[in-house]
């Protein structure tokens, strides 16, 4: 193959990854997503190098989408963004053996199960990133991805890795066009009738999901820390006359709450007044040989001064809130990108001072199904979001991050409230429908009746079968297709 050719397929290569790109959030354009995947697999017939028009395509999918990290860390955001690039060659790759090994249509075939094996693989462990999960390209429509509710997010990343093969096959041999159309008609169809034929849910929630914008550098500040207090207290005497929980974004107490005892005299004097519990991010420390462990937490606090709590985060954002790694060899701790160096949260908790059980995912958690399914397994009937993005301005990321909040409504049939310092604060149906909505960057509540959950969807109970099905399937066809000699 000259070098016309590879240089061909790296321009196909990268607008491939540009139009996937333009498939997230706040954009419409989600369409473009199996797009991208087809032009993806036609930069791979004109290129000998498949790693390098993987990683071309990574970059130009990843930089575009994800450059707003660089607010809070620049080597941050580099290093995220070549890491999953580096994932997206690695697909390349092996595609291509695949390709080379087995008929195409087998290595097309194929193409969706190694997507959802590489999704698989980065959700776990401390460099777990899910943020370019193709699923999340799908989400305006509502229609479409109903069915996430039996096989968890995983099902989605495989519908777009699948839709964009069929393309490709469509459009360089004219077969598959039926199979393409039935690939759309057969799960937009279920969706439009399920969103009206749910199961039945559990009561509802009056909630008040409050927004005080306040400014992420400044409320940090010691002499402003009271200013928060005083912001927070008035929004919730507004609105919480007749809710049965009010909701306080991430850090909204930007303090140790439950270990100062001067703001913590004042929230279980507040709730005492307003009469309804409160649902509170805040930080939490507790002391330990080798240095105070830091938490981003939740606690809940009731009328009769019972605080419950608190839940810390668990998942940590890699490079943002710590370096990955950094547990096993602290002396990666001291590296500095710019980083928070928080310490994650040891497990699950259940909220149930309101009149139905719940559990708190804080910020970037939001984009785990298994953080969720782990606390619905748990009891909780409701999902409340807490964050504050407002770190990353009038940028994709606040948009694509609330995104995910309809995803998780799916997946367990039960509403979502979310709580966001600066916006997007929202609530959904149990249909991931947005039911009320903030704009960034306002002062406000909104209120509402809140859908919570009846019986475990299937997904809930099962856990990630498709993903595990197809995880492995994508080994399979990764170790066959790099090592395994021509047979035909």
Known sequence: MNSNDSTQGWVIAALGGLATALAMPPLPLGLLAPVGVALLCAALEHTDRPFRAGLVWGICYGTP?????????????????????????????????????????LALASLPALFVLLEAFRAYGDIGFPWLNLAHTQLDYLW????????????????????????????????????????????????????????????????????????????????????????????TRQAAPGMDLVIWPETAAPTYLAQHATHRKWASRLVSRVGVPLLVGSLSYERAPEGDR???????????????????????????????????????????????????????????????????????????????????????????????????GRTPGPAQHAAMASLRAVEFRMGVARAANGGISLWTDRAGRRMACTKLFTRTAITGPLPTGGDLTWYARRGPVFAWVFGIAGLGISVVALWRKKSW
């Open 294 to 392: 830091i938490y981003n937490s939740a606690y809940e606090i009731a009328p009769d001064g019972t605080w419950q709590g608190p839940y810390s985060k668990r998942q940590l954002v890699p490079f943002g809130e710590m370096i990955p790694g950094s547990r096993l060899f602290p002396v990666l701790s001291k590296i500095d990108l710019g980083q928070g160096n928080f310490t994650p949260g040891p497990g699950p908790v259940v909220f149930d001072l309101a009149a139905v059980p719940h559990s708190v995912l804080i910020c970037y958690e939001s984009a785990f199904s298994a953080l969720a399914r782990d606390q619905v397994l748990r009891g909780a009937r409701f999902l409340v979001i807490i964050t504050n993005d407002s770190w990353y």
């Open 65 to 105: 989408s994800l450059f707003w990290i660089g607010w809070v860390t620049v080597p941050g955001t580099v290093a995220l963004i070549l890491i999953s690039a580096a994932e997206y060659g690695l697909l390349s790759l092996v595609y291509v053996r695949a390709r080379q090994r087995f008929p195409e249509w």
């Open 144 to 235: 479409l991805y109903q069915f996430v509710e039996f096989t968890g997010d995983a099902g989605l990343t495989f519908w777009v890795a699948g839709m964009g093969a069929m393309l490709y096959r469509v459009a360089r041999h004219r077969r598959g066009l039926v199979l393409a159309l039935l690939w759309v008609i057969v799960p937009v169809t279920w969706g439009a009738w399920r969103v009206n034929h749910l199961p039945e849910g559990g009561p509802v929630l009056n909630v008040a999901i409050l927004q005080g914008d306040i400014d992420t550098y400044q409320k940090w500040d010691d002499n402003y820390v009271d200013s928060s207090f005083i912001i927070y207290d008035s929004l």
